[in-house]
């Protein structure tokens, strides 16, 4: 819709644009016109008032004989000439008018060659016999002149009224060009408006509905992951408590066997085989059950299980592990604990599955302002679309995913940088209740033992 409404509103003032053009261009033309038409008249007037001069300059020689006429007289009549010229190259395009100047050119040099005549002869008034109907011929040619003048001013008044009303005609459709164009646009503006607000509306609904979902997808994630630890807690417990009391008893029972027929028989070897097989059972229950929830952690806290996690990883992978611990006061909140400390699970799983490193850098940092997690291995990195997708927002891996919507839901961040050298994680939690201790951090370096 808004496309259409652009293109049809650029069609709409380029029509409009043209049209308005061609009109101011043809009001100029009108207006030039018109005001040629004016010039016209101004001279066409001015004509007839040196005609009327210089027949009165003649009728008042022929009364005072005054030797100044005569040159008033000629000067007059180049007057008349150089008008006379100047309307006929104005009105060229009007044969109307090129027919009377032409006959009035005629008249004029006629009436000048007369009153040069009497000029040099002042008996022409007075109807002698050399001069028979002088005075009644110039009569006459004034007449005749005068009634061509009004006959060509009222041509021109006529050109004048039609070229006005032209004009007008023009001007008005110039104003309602303009008009109708403002009108046009202002329409288009406010439908093109209306389109925006509805499109911002939408907008604003659909980032509603995306932020509810998102509330409810961190809600849901973390609620899962929530499960998910007390599932662990739960399974650790069951294990330890039950499965692992079983084994015990089982245990007991057959060094009780073993130790009643030593008594009276040599002991079976199948014997013996079966309580070591016990005893690793049982250590593998003892493990696992700390694996999914480690007592230490909510015992004596993230530095006690730290260590603890990372000998064990160490002793299982045969990578070297450096731990540098910030000793702190007093405790952090439950959920911040438990949060890095399955950051550092996940990071340590990932380095053991997919990293092929040797050397691990662990690190916690506690400021004022809150607390930090550095895991840094020498492996081959993450894989660029893995990380790309990552720093897009996307899951970038299940792992990666739930360590992020852990740490966001207490508020943190999760960087992850990773080359072919490579892969530094940077997990960071604020809490005003970081209080870092005075004793320096500790630094401690577990190396696999070689069997």
């Known amino acids: 819709m808004r496309w259409g409404s652009l293109i049809l509103t ?31 008249r101004g001279r066409l007037k001015d004509l007839r008032a040196d005609i009327g001069e210089s027949h009165a300059n003649f009728d008042l020689y022929q009364l005072s004989r005054n030797p100044n006429e005569p040159a008033e007289l000629g000067r007059h009549i180049l007057e008349q000439q150089r008008i006379l010229k100047e309307l006929q190259q104005l009105t060229d395009d009007n044969a109307t008018q090129q027919r009377h100047l032409s006959e009035m050119q005629a008249l004029l040099e006629q009436d000048f060659t007369q009153l040069r005549s009497c000029v040099a002869d002042a008996g022409c008034l007075a109807n002698s016999g050399d001069h ?17 003048l009004r006959e060509m001013e009222a041509t021109e008044d006529s050109l004048l009224s039609v ?64 499960l998910q630890d007390a599932e662990r807690r739960k399974i650790a417990r069951e294990l330890h408590d039950s499965v692992g009391q079983y084994l015990a ?50 015992e004596l806290g993230l530095h006690a299980a730290t260590r603890w996690y990372a000998e064990g990883f160490a002793q299982r992978s045969g990578i070297r592990v450096d731990m540098k611990l910030t000793e702190i006061s ?8 438990l949060a890095l400390f ?27 302002d809150d607390v930090t997690l550095t895991i840094q291995d020498d492996g081959n990195g993450i894989s660029g679309g893995v990380l790309e997708s990552y ?49 320096p951090a500790e630094e401690i370096t577990v190396t696999p033992s070689r069997a």
Not at 132 to 148: F, G, K, N, Q, W
Not at 350 to 368: F, G, S, Y
């Open 163 to 226: 070229r006005l009303q032209n004009w007008d005609r023009l001007f008005i459709r110039m104003v309602a060009t303009s008009a109708g164009c403002f009108a046009l646009a202002l329409i288009l503006l406010v439908y093109n408006l209306r389109l925006l607000l509805d499109e911002i509306e939408r907008r604003r609904r659909q980032e509603i509905v995306e932020k509810r979902n998102a509330e409810s997808y961190r809600m849901l994630s973390a609620r899962i992951l929530e």
């Open 391 to 439: 720093r897009a927002g996307g899951a970038g891996g299940i792992g990666l995913a739930g360590m992020r919507e852990r740490l966001a839901e207490l508020g943190g961040t999760l960087e992850v940088e990773s080359d072919p050298t490579g892969t530094r994680i940077c997990a960071t939690v604020p809490t005003r209740e970081c209080d870092p201790g005075d004793p």
């Open 330 to 337: 007093k405790r952090l909140p439950r959920e911040i604990e």
């Open 10 to 40: 650029l069609f709409l003032l380029s029509i409009t644009g043209v049209i308005g053009y061609v009109t101011v261009l043809r009001v100029r033309q009108s207006r030039n016109l018109v005001l040629h038409t004016y010039e016209v």
């Open 249 to 298: 008893a089982v245990k007991i029972n057959m060094d009780q066997l073993q130790r009643r027929e030593g008594s009276l028989t040599p002991a079976l070897p199948q014997v013996s085989e079966s309580l070591d097989l016990v005893d690793r059972a049982i250590s593998e229950i003892r493990t696992i059950s700390h694996l999914l929830h480690p007592p230490l952690l909510d």
């Open 342 to 368: 399955r950051v550092l699970q996940e990071s340590l799983t990932n380095v053991h599955r997919h990293a092929k490193a040797t050397h691990v850098e662990i690190q916690v940092d506690c400021t004022d």
């Open 132 to 148: 028979p109907d002088s005075l009644t011929e110039i009569v006459a040619r004034r007449r005749t002149m005068s009634a061509m």
